[in-house]
């Protein structure tokens, strides 16, 4: 009997089917081409969204895992193709996105020799990825993708290269469904050790003053639920990091807002007061913990993680809870008591109430002057429900969006955190659109930002992603003037940046567009941003010289913050 | 704060995968530690790798440096040691000068002492391999230098073998597959 024999690209395509792939960005090259031939015949079951730069591709996949807790597939062709994507490869390790990257590369018997567009991209992305393999034969196609998309996804979720040689892509071989049989090298998910369970839940029960830390990995382990059941059982208020905004809805009473540089005020001090530091699904940046001689150091401290690495790295902690948190919680969950901390929680309030005297009125309502970021912010996300999905650049766009908006449900929040990758946003949102069609996707995105990958509007122009872009225009590279302000004698070194039209750039791309100057005119121009359909770019002229605040300075104490400037 | 003067060797055993040593090593790398030593072969267990590090570090940051290795796809298993825990070898060749050997009789004589072998001799060159210790080949190498009679010398990276009663990886490896294959047949 014959075995039907397929061409290596068609069984790169079987082979992404079975892993339940639907949607891919990519840009096609010479040594991707045999792959792209495949597609055409796919194109009903593979959904390509044609990008308008490899770096927008990998943005975008990553945009759409985090929307959708599915991998983002990226596919490019080799050499600058391949290079381009190194950005969102490492910006997808820091941020634990789980991304495969399938890269064209010359023939296997052209490897080595400098050939047209071969770049040793294996090595290249080595240290910036989960795990970066050469697929050189036809056969080694089917097993290299069932385990790309496994290691991608499970454990701490990461970016997995491919490198696709040009030879395997045409070979022909057998299409063998594939199994993740036992891998001694890769163990996704970590021994809970014995006892971790019982003496976190014995900490907890303990405490007086304990502060629950919530990371993006309460949301890859899809332990929300668990968490706020242990949040609420035991009486624990809890911040978010940055990327764990959405893990818990910002109008839970036990919500005491976001940790670290730019936190809420209350979270931050309560950081050096509380006696329980129960940190889940989070690491300890360095954006978090200010100073970590000086961190925590009155509280026991309890780790969960699912990366043994992580624990121990920057803060040491007493008990470490390893294993996946949806697990891990729910078993303390069964061994805590429930609590009153009435008089701890209460403590917060009057952080909250200084906080929001000096620093969030004027900045959500101010008496006059130039619109602020935040009050734009603060109304798009009530006009939105609090219900949208926030894509942000990076910088004061940023901050001001963790800081402004409410999140109401999960996956809601999609930035580049430990890499802090400006360009990020237009691309991601991107993304965002192809994972949650059905949800309002909005992108705050600075002049700087935007000009980084403005050219993804062509992407938005064809595939009419409905991405309502609200372009915080402030005329400077508004973060490092802030850090230029403070710590550079206000020498504005190259932060000051002139801008395109931007009506001109929205109507090249065929964009309904709207420019608001004045107060009076936000409102109404958001609820028309917002009740049209498809995309649209809001330009919003807002104050130069404003400030992101609070603010705990870098290598200072958390709970040293400034409050104004 | 601890000082950086312990010498630690690590075990580590990977997938004969391309491109690991590498990654590897970046994680030295990446925290400013100086690799001493390294040697890379083949491992009693098929498939798989053995590397021995040595490295002057504490014990806080080898922790650290362990899982970040063991953390790579492909890497098994990474332990590190103290000098006490483990058996370490390491191996010397010399390329020495026939004549000047013949000159000085005590060139050979001291070759004796340190359990040198003479393994090679023409009217030009002998050549003599020696293992120990770091400190037991660079003893010889000190003691030959005043004869001037060195052409070459070679040190190995080191080796070592663990002191311990078990064979941890072994019983590691196969406590994972039996968990892998009970939740198999769970699902």
């Known amino acids: 009997m014959t075995t039907k024999q397929l061409s290596g690209a068609e069984i790169f395509m079987q082979s992404l089917i079975a892993e339940g792939v639907d949607t891919l960005f990519g840009y096609p090259g010479g040594a991707i081409m045999p792959v792209y031939d495949a597609l055409y015949d796919y194109r009903d079951r593979l959904n390509h969204i044609l990008v308008r730069h490899e770096q927008g591709a990998i943005h975008a996949a990553e945009g759409y895992a985090r929307v959708s807790g599915k991998v983002g597939v990226c596919l490019v062709t080799s050499g600058p193709g391949a290079t381009n994507t190194i950005t969102g490869i490492a910006d997808a390790m820091l941020d634990s996105t789980p991304v495969v990257v399938i890269a064209g590369q010359v023939g296997t018997k052209m490897l080595g020799t400098d050939a047209f567009q071969e770049c040793d991209i294996v090595n290249v992305a080595h240290p910036i990825s989960k795990w970066a393999y050469q697929i050189r034969s036809a056969e080694d196609i089917a097993p290299a993708i069932k385990r790309a998309f496994h290691i991608a996804s499970t454990g701490r979720p990461g970016p997995v290269v491919l490198d696709f040689t040009k030879n395997a892509q045409i070979e022909k071989a057998e299409y063998i469904p594939q199994e993740i049989g036992f891998l001694r090298s890769y163990e996704a998910v970590p021994e809970t050790k014995p006892g971790s369970i019982e003496a976190a839940a014995e900490l907890i029960n303990a405490a007086q003053k304990p502060l629950v830390l919530i990371g993006q990995g309460v949301e890859l382990g899809n332990a929300q639920e668990e968490v706020r059941q242990l949040i609420e059982k035991a009486d624990m208020p809890a911040g978010c990091t940055l990327l764990g905004l959405s893990c818990l809805p910002s109008a839970h009473p036990l919500n005491m807002g976001m940790l670290g540089m730019h936190g809420s005020l209350a979270s931050n001090v309560k950081t050096q007061e509380c006696d329980l530091l129960v940190a889940i699904g989070m690491r300890f940046d360095d954006r978090i913990t200010g100073n970590i001689s000086t961190y925590a150091r009155q509280a026991k401290k309890i780790h969960f993680d699912i990366d043994p690495s992580e624990i121990n790295k920057n803060i040491p902690v007493d008990v470490a809870v390893l294993g996946n948190c949806k697990d891990t919680v729910a078993r303390v969950l069964e061994l805590v008591k429930p609590a009153n901390h009435q008089a701890w929680r209460d403590s917060f309030q009057s952080y909250h109430d200084t906080e929001r005297t000096k620093v969030i009125d004027p900045e959500i309502h101010p008496a006059g002057g130039p619109i602020r970021m935040g009050e734009v912010i603060d109304r798009v996300s009530t006009q939105a429900h609090d219900k949208a999905i926030v894509v942000t650049d990076v910088g004061q766009n940023q901050m001001m969006s963790a800081r402004y908006s409410r999140f109401s449900e999960s996956r809601s929040i999609v930035t580049s955190g430990g890499m802090g990758t400006m360009g990020f946003g237009l691309p991601a949102a991107i993304g965002a659109t192809f994972a949650a069609p059905e949800r309002t996707t909005c992108l705050f995105v600075g002049d700087g930002g935007i000009q980084m990958t403005i050219e993804e509007l062509g992407t938005i122009m064809e595939q009419q992603c409905p991405v309502k872009i609200i372009l915080l225009n402030n005329n400077f590279l508004g973060n490092v003037r802030q850090w230029q302000e403070l710590f550079f004698q206000s020498r504005y070194s190259f932060t000051h940046l002139l801008s395109p039209d931007y009506s001109k750039i929205a109507e090249a791309y065929r964009l309904p567009y709207a420019l608001v100057t004045e107060r009076e005119q936000l409102n109404e121009a958001i609820a028309t941003m917002l009740a049209t359909e498809g995309p649209y770019l809001l330009e919003v002229a807002v104050m130069e010289e404003d400030n992101v605040l609070p603010m705990c300075c870098p290598g200072n104490d958390v709970d040293d913050m400034l409050l104004e400037i | ?187």
């Open chain 2, 1 to 187: 704060m601890e000082q950086n003067n312990t010498l630690y060797t690590l075990i580590i055993f990977s997938e004969n995968i391309a491109g690991l040593l590498n990654a590897v090593t970046s994680v030295f790398t990446r925290r400013q530690i100086n690799i001493e030593s390294l040697n890379v072969s083949a491992s009693s267990i098929q498939g798989l790798h053995r590397y021995t590090i040595t490295c002057f570090s504490d014990e806080c940051t080898m922790k650290k440096v362990t899982k970040q290795i063991e953390k790579k796809i492909g890497v098994v298993r990474a332990s590190y040691f103290v000098s006490s825990e483990i058996y370490i070898q390491e191996v010397a060749l010399f390329k020495l000068s026939t004549p000047k050997m013949l000159e000085h009789g005590e060139i050979s004589k001291t070759i004796r002492i340190h359990s040198g072998k003479i393994v090679e001799v023409n009217p030009i060159y002998s050549i003599v391999t020696i293992d120990g210790m770091t400190d037991e080949i660079l003893s010889l190498y000190e003691n030959l230098t005043q004869w001037d009679c060195i052409l070459q010398f070679v040190r190995s990276g080191a080796i070592a073998i663990t002191k311990n009663r078990r064979e941890l990886l072994d019983e590691y490896l196969a406590e994972r597959e039996k968990k892998f294959n009970e939740n198999e047949g769970r699902c």
